[in-house]
């Protein structure tokens, strides 16, 4: 079975311009997850999506903004960014139900804001 | 709302040496403990997890945690760890069927192995 995939693995983009990045969930899975991981902050959880709803979302600015399509595919948008947007953002995906809620992760979108 | 907290930001050990990484969390129900692995370069990888049953759980190379719910802990621990164990260690939670889903992580803890 296919792990988590993200696109682009890497980005470069200057302040004030916006960024979407992508992530595919494991076949099956119908939630998604987003995360910050900054060597500062550590792992920070931006929003989760399940059957194309925001189910819980974290205490981020409304720069952050993501959508689930119908194949669980998801898109996570930041606009206006900031120095401080540089992070590793990292996707999870799993099944989704509340009784056992193991999220497996894809490898990350680095995002460097210059 | 949950928090996470790892007691060791940084732990150096010899090869053979036992481990133990401290964590405990904050939240007043039933709970759905992990363990996490980032070795480097690589993406995060479940090492354990906790639901439900016995406390102590074993995860894969070795590694098992011991779920104390009247300490609130899940502490990871290794007999004898080696150089490959090098990473960073990451414990979360998420309450159990209480209509949340969203994982808390603890800030990790960073583990060196000397040959």
């Known amino acids: 079975k296919a792990g988590v995939t993200q696109t682009p693995r890497y980005l470069i983009k200057t302040r004030g311009q916006q960024v979407t990045l992508s992530c595919s969930p494991i076949?099956?899975?119908?939630?998604v997850s987003w995360y910050q991981q900054t060597p500062g902050q550590g792992l920070q959880f931006l929003f989760e999506?399940?059957?194309?709803?925001?189910?819980n979302k974290g205490n981020f600015p409304g720069r952050f903004s993501g959508r689930q399509f119908s194949n669980s595919r998801s898109e996570m948008n930041v606009s206006t960014l900031e120095l401080g947007d540089s992070a590793l953002y990292l996707c999870?995906?799993?099944?989704?139900?509340?009784?056992?809620?193991?999220?497996?992760f894809g490898p990350g979108t680095r995002l460097t804001v210059t | 709302a949950q928090s996470v907290s790892q007691h060791n930001h940084h732990v150096i050990l010899s090869e053979a040496a036992s481990l133990e990484l401290g964590c405990n969390y904050s939240?007043?129900?039933?709970?759905?403990l992990f363990w996490y692995v980032q070795y480097p370069g690589q993406h995060l990888q479940l090492l354990l997890k906790?639901?439900?049953?016995?406390?102590l759980v074993k995860g894969i190379k070795g590694f098992e945690a011991e779920f104390i719910k009247s300490k609130f802990s899940f502490n990871l621990r290794k007999p004898s760890v080696q150089w490959s164990d090098t990473a960073e260690y990451f414990c979360?939670?998420?309450?159990?069927?209480?209509?949340?889903?969203?994982?808390?992580f603890g800030k990790g803890t960073k583990l060196s192995v000397i040959p």
């Open positions: 906790y639901f439900s049953g016995d406390p």
């Open positions: 999870a995906s799993s099944l989704g139900t509340s009784d056992v809620y193991e999220q497996y």
């Open positions: 939240y007043g129900g039933t709970v759905n």
């Open positions: 076949s099956g899975h119908r939630s």
């Open positions: 979360a939670v998420i309450p159990a069927g209480a209509g949340s889903y969203q994982l808390t």
């Open positions: 999506y399940f059957s194309e709803t925001q189910r």
